[in-house]
Structure formats: C-alpha cells, structure tokens
C-alpha cells in the first residue's frame, strides 16, 4: 500500500508557472506507475500525465505546456505547469499504478489516490 500527499497548489494568474508535488510512502515508490488527474467542479476527473520507469505521456491539452517527472530517490513526482489559462483550474490529484505495462490514462488503472490539491488560475 502507498500513501500520496499532494502540494504545491494554489492560485496564480493566467500565463504563470506552478509546479505541483506528489510525496508518496509505502511500497517501493519505483515499482508504481504514477499519475496526474484533474477534476473541475460538475466534470469527471480526467488524465493529465503519467510516468513509469520507460513511458511518459501527457494528455495532448496540455502538451508542450505541461511535464511530469519522477525522483525515486525522494518518492516523489512532480508535475511542472507552465503557461497556465483559466480553464486549468481544477483539483489536482496524483495517482499511484502497481506494476502496471506503461503510463496508462484510464482512472481504473490507478489503485491509490491523494486527496488533491486545488489549482486556480485567474484571467
């Protein structure tokens, strides 16, 4: 079992920068997929990116803005925003996958969750 605690929201201006980070205890760190996933108010909680030890993936909405990385060492994966708008504006939530094939973006696959972090982003 793996225990996720999520930091780094809060609320910036359209065109800033935030980076969000994701400390997870339990289990080897290394042997989890994990996973960003955002949720607006009165919308399903959708992929933004995931990492595994060959495979990254960034949903293609924030692609070019957003980047996800890992620190094994820390028990750590961050999630790098840039270029912020508006419709960014969600709770953040990190997402833990054992043992799974790749960096999947499906909600199922993901067996551990944090409690999100809130991200706004004003115009």
């Known amino acids: 079992q793996v225990q996720l605690v999520e930091s780094g929201g809060g609320l910036v201006q359209a065109g800033d920068s935030l980076r969000l980070s994701c400390a997870a205890s339990g289990r080897s760190f290394s042997d989890y997929t994990m996973g960003w996933f955002r949720q607006a108010p009165g919308t399903d909680r959708e992929f933004v990116a995931a990492i595994s030890w060959t495979t990254v993936k960034v949903a293609d909405s924030v692609k070019g803005r957003f980047a996800v990385s890992r620190d094994n060492a820390k028990s750590t994966v961050y999630l790098q925003m840039n270029s912020l708008k508006p419709e960014a504006s969600a709770v953040y939530y990190c997402?833990?996958?054992?043992?799974?094939?790749?960096?999947?973006?499906?909600?199922?696959?993901?067996?551990?969750w944090g409690q999100g972090t809130q991200v706004t982003v004003s115009s």
């Open positions: 997402a833990a996958a054992w043992r799974v094939v790749g960096a999947p973006m499906a909600r199922g696959d993901y067996n551990y």
